[in-house]
């Protein structure tokens, strides 16, 4: 397996049919593009993933996204978001903290 320095999943699940919103019906792709377009942009080197995924579980608090290896979930994350998560959380070393799954009062 593979081993990468930053890894981040983003949900792109839909779920056609339903009441509930999905965090790709939401945007999941485009946020992708968005952190891809901010890593380049930023010149960010490194052994770096960015891909889609299913479910989260959290859809109600989506579009939601997972970065690993540190295992930090972030939710309710809009594209008008992405450069300053990737400036936080990448460049600082910090946690963008108005984001954080842990942070919000509605958890799972």
Do not use: W
């Amino acid at each position: 397996m593979k081993i990468y320095d930053i890894h981040i999943f983003v949900c792109t699940n839909e779920r056609k049919n339903s009441n509930r919103l999905s965090c790709g019906e939401q945007h999941g792709l485009l946020l992708i593009e968005k952190f891809k377009q901010v890593f380049a942009a930023l010149k960010i080197e490194g052994n770096i993933r960015i891909q889609r995924c299913g479910c989260l579980g959290i859809c109600d608090l989506g579009p939601t996204i997972a970065i690993y290896p540190e295992g930090v979930f972030y939710v309710n994350v809009q594209p008008t978001d992405v450069e300053e998560l990737v400036h936080t959380h990448f460049i600082q070393k910090r946690k963008l903290e108005r984001l954080l799954l842990s942070k919000h009062p509605k958890q799972i």
